[in-house]
């Protein structure tokens, strides 16, 4: 089994940045894709970004240019550079593994907030 531990969530100013870390334990031999999905209040669940173990990346239009995924397979740590943050940011975001939202393991989410 795989479990996902996110951090480096917190409250930041409009413009600012955050870095989302995402390390993964457990038994494990490969996590080929992993991604970032965030929830905000009241909104459903959307896929924010997603990583290969090859590099191939995707991004949301909404964060692109502004949100950049990479991982470190050896350290099997995923992680989501975030600048230029604006307030409908806002969110829980979640580190998931696997192609799409049905299958994989998911973490338990790092709340960010974007306030003046």
């Known amino acids: 089994q795989v479990q996902l531990v996110e951090s480096g969530g917190g409250l930041v100013q409009p413009g600012g940045s955050l870095r989302l870390s995402c390390a993964a334990s457990?038994?494990?031999?490969?996590?080929?894709?992993m991604g970032w999905y965030r929830q905000a209040p009241g909104k459903q669940r959307e896929l924010v970004a997603t990583i290969t173990d090859a590099g191939f990346t995707n991004y949301a239009d909404s964060v692109k240019g502004r949100f950049t995924i990479s991982r470190d397979n050896a350290k099997k740590t995923m992680y989501l550079q975030m600048n230029s943050l604006k307030p409908e940011d806002t969110a829980v975001y979640y580190c998931?593994?696997?192609?799409?939202?049905?299958?994989?393991?998911w973490g338990q989410g790092t709340q960010v907030t974007v306030s003046s």
């Open positions: 998931k593994t696997g192609l799409g939202p049905t299958f994989g393991s």
């Open positions: 457990g038994i494990i031999f490969s996590i080929n894709h």
